[in-house]
């Protein structure tokens, strides 16, 4: 009895001797984290962000008085000398009412953030100039533009994991489902000379064609091309940039799924893939800008070639030299 009762003590003992170390490690682990977060540069975050194959547009839209869709959004982490003394923001690639409608309309926007660390969420007002980087185009028949809009960062020791864009500054709590991811663009150690970004595919492109303008940008040195899939592409024509995306490497495929409905609108929005060009390009830059020390804006009919005389076989190396080239258009 007595051996049992000794044994029972020395098993107890051992228990509580390791609840105490574990307690005490990850004690130790959340306050090293805490202390790496605070002392963590600006450009060294970890990267969260939606799936290649999620192309949804996040609706924060509040009809009649505002139409919002957003594409994606980044954290801005460039550490120019004219950006280190800059509040750091998160740009929202997005579509909207037009910028002077929602003035006349009285209409302010705020970012509101969600945190991975169990800390309250934070709300802080977007950029009253939006950059303009599209003509604006009918979405089923109510005229909207494409924008990237800014937004201030709270913290400086922990990006947001999440957003939503709200017309109420007090409303500090968000369901999952109405949220939407926010990105850090990607830095893997090593900047390749050239890249290459799209507007988004649409309908139905040459298959043949398409794999001879791949090669040819494998000859002119690019390394990857960022392309961008319309609900209403060809079976044909994806298949051929899902093989050069998923077997040969050379694209990273990601979709732009068209905006089902719009309420006050019409039954349908033909052409809708002209209000996706810009977004898609835009959103292509921000994720490659750090990993390329140059990227082109080409379609599929397009090449590059240089301002001077040089040699086709040349013509890689004097775009790497900084030497300004131009489009070129494929004679079809």
């Not at 957003?70 to 740009?91: E, G, L």
């Amino acid at each position: 009895m007595a051996r049992r009762l000794a044994f029972i003590a020395i098993i107890l003992g051992l228990l509580v001797y390791v609840y105490h170390y574990v307690y005490k490690s990850s004690r130790l682990t959340d306050s090293n984290k805490r202390q790496s977060l605070l002392s963590m540069p600006l450009t060294e975050a970890v990267r969260v962000g939606r799936r290649p194959d999620d192309g949804v547009w996040y609706n924060f839209s509040v009809p009649p008085a505002l139409l919002f869709f957003a594409y994606s959004a980044f954290v801005d982490v460039r550490t120019t000398p004219a950006a280190a003394n800059r509040t750091p923001i998160v740009r929202v690639i997005a579509m909207s009412t037009k910028i002077e409608e929602q003035r006349q309309r009285n209409v302010q926007l705020y970012c509101v953030y969600n945190y991975g660390d169990g800390r309250p969420a934070t709300v802080s007002k977007l950029s009253a100039e939006p950059r303009q980087i599209g003509n604006g185009y009918p979405l089923y028949s109510i005229k909207v533009n494409e924008y990237v809009y800014t937004c201030p960062l709270v913290y400086r020791d922990l990006w947001p994991i999440s957003l939503s864009i709200s017309i109420d500054p007090q409303r500090r709590y968000f369901p999952w489902f109405a949220t939407m991811p926010v990105e850090v663009p990607t830095r893997d150690g090593t900047e390749r000379p050239l890249a290459v970004c799209m507007q988004v595919a649409y309908e139905w492109v040459d298959p043949v064609r398409l794999v001879e303008w791949f090669e040819f940008q494998k000859l002119l040195g690019v390394s990857l091309i960022g392309a961008y899939l319309a609900s209403d592409i060809n079976p044909s024509t994806e298949k051929v940039l899902r093989y050069y995306a998923d077997v040969d490497g050379l694209v990273d495929l990601r979709r732009s799924n068209y905006i089902s409905r719009v309420p006050g609108g019409s039954a349908t929005s033909p052409k809708q893939y002209m209000l996706h060009w810009s977004p898609c390009i835009n959103d292509c830059i921000y994720r490659l800008m750090f990993r390329f020390s140059r990227i082109a804006v080409l379609d599929f009919d397009e090449v590059l070639r240089p301002v001077q005389r040089h040699p086709i076989r040349n013509s890689h190396c004097s775009i790497y030299n900084h030497v300004i080239c131009l489009c070129s258009r494929l004679i079809t």
